[in-house]
């Protein structure tokens, strides 16, 4: 009996990178590999790697590493590299890696198949780290099997950004914005929402800009973010919409709108503000001001009182003196997020702020790093602390991870709540749940 061939796929990062994950196992499925956990049985191993940081780079690095000797037990294996550090590295990681055979960028994921034919076919290494102004995301419908449906999915709506924030490799390792032609979005919706799938998380590095044309305009007869929003929420089946990520330059007084007009759009947004001060900000080229910052979220909390809002906070960038980061601690206390990602600024190839001088030196990144998330769990207590006594709809999510016997669900602003359940609940159903306790990243509450 002819033994099926067999994929294995590794990834580290975001959701895009998930998502491109998901992406290939499918091309690879339909073109006759099956796909397997066990790197060990693995005809195929791909690495989807992230670039966002030097230790995820390295991360990938150190595995790609531990290949070699799988390689040179087994010649016919096959090791591509996938994901941001292919498309920043491309070629050069031969020299640093010659038993790696494919080098792929994130625009040519779409090609693995007949990549992977060609280097089967002529035994030498490969490079596909185009990136064409005319790329554009071909269809996609994931594959479901019945027995394995999730209650909840990303969708990708667009692929890279034109923002150029100087500490940012995306723009370099995705390229420019392309949207999603608006049919293939709805026709995806509308097939997870026909397997059941009831929360949907729309997917992009800079979501509120899609549709708009490099001038930033939408061109005529075009479908702007919160237009998109609304044809998704209409869609049967959808009980939960979210998105993310959003760069607050782009977020307009028609996005907040729907916040109040739909239903099922769940009342959180991620919005990474990434510094406190203009100055930092100016030399991020982020393009707005810690003032138009704090205007938008006071709108956006006008149209939807009860909104949790999260971020993401860079300490240390080049240049960041203490009066910098007292802004930063400053935003803190005025917005009081209700959740924050935060980072140590590191270099990354070919960004701009590489180059930058005056960079801040590590025990003051650390020392500042320490400080500002020690003041977010204080905030993040206080906030949870608002919810005990109330009753909120959550969205069932499995069996508790931190607390045996009990279930896990999720609230629309996005809060994890475990609660005392019956055998028969099942992940995505919604319910009501009296909050009872608050704690550090969760709270605790009774069915009702
Ligand atoms: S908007 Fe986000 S993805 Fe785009 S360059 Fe800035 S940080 Fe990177």
Redesign the pocket.
């Known amino acids: 009996m002819i033994r099926q061939k067999q994929a294995y796929i590794e990834t580290f990062g975001c959701q895009m990178n998930d998502r491109d994950s998901e992406i290939m196992g499918q091309l690879l499925t339909e073109s006759s590999y099956l796909l397997t956990s066990k790197m060990s049985e693995a005809d195929v191993v791909i690495i989807n790697t992230c670039s966002i940081r030097g230790k995820a780079e390295e991360k990938a690095f150190s595995l790609l590493g531990r290949l070699k000797k799988k390689k040179q037990k087994k010649p016919s294996l096959i090791v591509a590299i996938a994901g941001c550090v292919a498309q920043q590295e491309g070629n050069k990681i031969f020299e640093r890696m010659p038993h790696i055979d494919l080098v792929l960028g994130p625009q040519s994921i779409y090609r693995l198949p007949e990549l992977l034919k060609d280097l089967e076919k002529n035994k030498h290494n490969k490079t596909a780290t185009e990136q064409s102004t005319s790329f554009s995301i071909p269809a996609f419908l994931p594959s479901l099997k019945d027995n394995l449906i999730p209650h909840k999915k990303f969708v990708t709506i667009m692929q890279g ?1 034109n ?3 100087t500490y ?1 490799v ?2 370099y390792t995705r390229g420019r914005e392309v949207s999603r032609k608006l049919e293939d979005i709805l026709a995806e919706v509308s097939h997870l929402a026909a397997k059941g799938i009831k929360e949907i998380t729309l997917l992009g ?2 979501v509120n800009s899609y549709g708009l044309e490099k001038t930033g305009e939408l061109p005529p007869g075009g479908t702007s973010f919160p237009d998109l929003l609304r044809a998704v929420a209409g869609i049967e089946g959808v009980a939960r919409l979210r998105f993310t ?1 959003s ?1 607050p330059k782009d977020l307009s007084e028609d996005l907040m709108c729907c916040f109040t007009e739909l239903d099922n759009l769940c009342p959180h947004f991620h919005l ?1 503000v990434q510094s406190g001060s203009n100055d930092v900000l100016k030399k991020m080229n982020r393009k707005y001001t810690i003032e138009s910052y704090l205007e938008k979220v006071a709108k956006l909390r006008g149209y939807s009182p009860g909104i949790a809002i999260t971020t993401d906070i860079i300490v240390g960038f080049p240049g960041e003196t203490e009066n910098d980061f007292e802004a930063t601690m400053d935003l803190l206390e005025k917005i009081r997020f209700h959740g924050l990602f935060s980072f140590k600024y590191s270099d990354r190839p070919h960004t701009r702020s590489n180059e930058f001088s005056d960079k801040v030196p590590e025990e003051i990144k650390s020392k500042r790093l320490a400080r500002l998330q020690s003041r977010q769990e204080e905030i993040n207590m206080e906030r949870n602390l608002e919810y005990v006594g109330q009753t909120l709809k959550i969205m069932v999510e499995g069996a508790s991870k931190s607390a045996e016997g009990q279930w896990s669900g999720r609230t629309g602003s996005n809060h994890i709540v475990n609660f005392n359940g019956h055998s028969n609940l099942r992940p995505g159903q919604i319910l009501e749940v009296t909050i009872d306790e608050a704690c550090l990243h969760s709270l605790r509450g009774t069915l009702i």
Do not use: E, I, S, Y
């Open positions: 950004c923002n150029f924030c940012c995306v723009p590095q800079n990520t760069n990474p």
